[in-house]
């Protein structure tokens, strides 16, 4: 710190925390507050806008101080990691009124721009990537994990290919080699949130070590990356990572992937950056993502992000996804069955991945639920289809009967959010909990009974009870009836014009009433966490699910767009050809002033007869447009989507540049 602060039992707690993370802004909680102190003070209210004070600590000294309530944590939190900080959130672990000591207070969650699960945090429709880059020699490793989809890749090979993955995926944090720093900046550029860490944990054995504990098995051939030593390294970075920030539930990670470059078109960033096939280069611009986006679920839109900046080399890979577009372009039924149960479904891959690390509330079950309905119908109408690919996805496709029907029986239709207030669990689940409730909520009525009971008894008809902080509930009478009250009943109070009592029965049902609030909660809690529990078993079915659920988004988003902008589907080959009848620039006519149609080109390039085209005019007459819209209709095609044009023939292409 930047100053002597006298360490008060509470703040040499916090310093012994702090002195951990030095580098994070520590959220430390003090009753029902968040507090940031010193220069973490003053980083926050800068950036958060909330007020800072001082906080006098010791003789003519002070201590920077702000914070906000605990409620407020989703509020500010995202602003935080948005700038750019690490976050430790600094929790009591411990009820303050179960201890006469100081409370006991640890880390229970270290968030970064890489590391999270918090959806105002999240954008729903891009991947939340973290990477690792480890250097060796003339080879490069790099691995991905999107903590809040489970998704685990790993790829090797030359800087240039590295810097192009870092380019496609936009990790939002980089994890590098303390001592390669400098190396990364100069290779990648400064651009990139890191964060740098130990040498020794940039080696095979550590790497392999955590790998291997984590997914339970003797070698990583199973996953095919066992031969990628310096991909499994920066796999393993980022696995030692997430012990470091408190993110220990990770079973929703189930595989670790290789990113087969092989497979794939190659798109250097300067194309990506150039062709607009993400983001623009103009402010109110449009990019091909903005115009073929037509997909329903955040997995969708997702996966369509990937597959535009990984365009698929392999011919039947391409012509599979063709069938299934064609087959949702004419099939306008299943078209709208799925159209229907697709906005049902949500953001199925983040809601299981919660469950995996505990942090799926209520409300997230119900919509699991609800997700799990809704492929119930997509499946039954992909068996019946006379397309391979959909009868293929509809035999993958489970519904998962068993757990939806017992969330539906278990769990209210509109739960709250937060699990500590109760209102979760249906009637009839839990005997005890009924019985509970019913001594909670109906209280009302078994004190009426209770007094009109005591008036008939006593003959007093003014007789009325009430409930205080003091002493409870009591039994009020009126002066003038207190010579017929009971020599059972406890007097209590005095007032001019009555007096109150208590009786054993009423100190009996006060002590239940109070009680079973909390036992309600406690209880509730129980019951949700342990289904909970069972949700684990369903992580890689479901998460199968939602891969499935994206692809056919994507498929449909093809044949929406293509029946919207008058999109043909292209014949895809493996020759040396491309030929373009009447072809059209996807952005450029979509933005084009009301009644102004796109002037429409032919391009025809081969090996026999024109192998090169030389285009001239004057400026803005549309020469780089006509290059652009051919590298967009071969990208289009080999994405697997329809094209632009009255027909195309596009012979396969390996790198568009």
Not at 184 to 211: H, K, N, Q, S, V
Not at 374 to 401: H, Q, T, V, Y
Not at 620 to 635: C, E, H, V, W
């Amino acid at each position: 710190m930047a100053k002597n602060i006298v360490e008060t039992p509470m703040m040499k707690q916090y310093f012994e925390i702090k002195n951990k993370y030095p580098d994070a802004v520590l959220l430390f909680r003090v009753g029902d507050f968040y507090e940031t102190f010193s220069e973490d003070a003053i980083t926050a209210s800068e950036i958060l806008g909330i007020t800072l004070t001082r906080r006098a600590n010791g003789a003519a000294q002070f201590v920077e101080l702000a914070g906000f309530p605990h409620h407020a944590l989703d509020t500010y939190l995202p602003k935080l990691v948005r700038a750019g900080k690490r976050v430790a959130i600094c929790d009591q672990l411990e009820d303050p009124k179960l201890t006469k000591k100081i409370v006991k207070r640890g880390i229970t969650e270290l968030v970064t721009p890489g590391v999270s699960i918090n959806d105002n945090i999240l954008n729903h429709k891009e991947n939340n990537f973290l990477a690792a880059v480890h250097f060796n020699k003339n080879l490069c490793g790099i691995s991905f994990l999107d903590i809040s989809t489970g998704e685990f890749l790993l790829a090797e090979g030359s800087r240039e290919y590295i810097d192009k993955l870092l380019n496609n995926f936009a990790p939002k944090e980089v994890l590098v080699e303390r001592s390669k720093k400098k190396l990364f900046d100069e290779a990648f550029g400064t651009r990139m949130f890191t964060f740098e860490l130990d040498d020794w944990l940039f080696t095979e054995d550590a790497a392999r070590t955590r790998l291997l504990s984590h997914f339970q098995t003797r070698n990583l051939k199973g996953f095919g990356v066992e031969h990628l030593a310096n991909g499994v390294v920066a796999a393993g970075v980022i696995l030692h990572y997430l012990d470091n920030t408190q993110h220990k539930h990770i079973g929703h990670i189930t595989a670790l992937s290789r990113i087969e470059e092989d497979r794939f078109v190659r798109l250097d960033k300067f194309t990506v950056r150039s062709l607009e096939l993400v983001n623009t280069m103009n402010e109110g611009g449009k990019s091909l993502l903005n115009i073929i986006d037509k997909t329903v679920t955040p997995m969708g839109a997702r996966m369509l992000r990937r597959w535009l900046v990984f365009p698929l080399k392999e011919l039947k890979a391409i012509q599979r996804r063709q069938a299934v577009v064609e087959y949702l372009f004419k099939d306008l039924d299943i078209k709208q069955l799925l159209e229907e149960n697709l906005s049902l479904i949500g953001d199925l891959e983040r809601i299981i991945s919660k469950v995996a690390v505990g942090r799926v509330n209520p409300r997230e079950v119900v919509q699991l639920k609800t997700a799990l309905n809704a492929i119930e119908p997509i499946r039954e109408a992909f068996l019946a289809a006379d397309e391979p690919s959909l009868k293929e996805i509809g035999e993958k496709l489970n519904s998962c009967p068993i757990i939806r029907e017992q969330i539906e029986r278990e769990i209210k239709n509109d739960p709250p959010t937060l699990t500590n207030r109760g209102g979760i669990i249906k009637k009839g689940i839990n005997e005890e909990l009924d019985h509970l409730r019913s001594i909670a909520f109906e209280g009302k009525d078994f004190l009426m009974q209770i007094q009109q009971r005591e008036s008939d008894s006593t003959g007093i008809p003014s007789l009325k009870i009430s409930f205080n902080n003091v002493f409870g509930y009591y039994i009020e009478v009126r002066n003038a009836h207190k010579d017929k009250v009971p020599e059972t009943w406890i007097r209590k109070q005095t007032l001019v014009n009555a007096e109150r009592y208590i009786t054993q029965e009423l100190k009996e049902y006060e002590e239940q009433i109070l009680g079973a609030e909390e036992k309600i909660f406690a209880m509730e809690t129980t019951l949700f966490n342990n289904l909970v529990t069972i949700l684990m078993d369903y992580i890689p079915t479901v998460l199968e699910n939602a891969n499935l659920i994206a692809r056919i988004d994507c498929l449909l988003s093809f044949a929406l767009v293509a029946k919207e902008n008058k999109y043909i589907c292209p014949q895809v080959n493996d020759t040396d050809e491309i030929e373009i009848r009447q072809g059209r620039h996807p952005v450029i006519e979509k933005q084009l002033p009301l009644g102004e149609s796109y002037i429409a080109n032919d391009v025809m390039l081969n090996n026999d007869t024109q192998q090169v085209i030389i285009i001239t005019g004057p400026n803005m007459a549309g020469k780089s447009a006509l290059l652009r819209q051919t590298a967009l209709i071969t990208l289009l095609a080999q994405i697997g989507s329809f094209v632009p044009a009255e027909s195309a023939k596009i012979g396969l292409v390996d790198k568009i540049f």
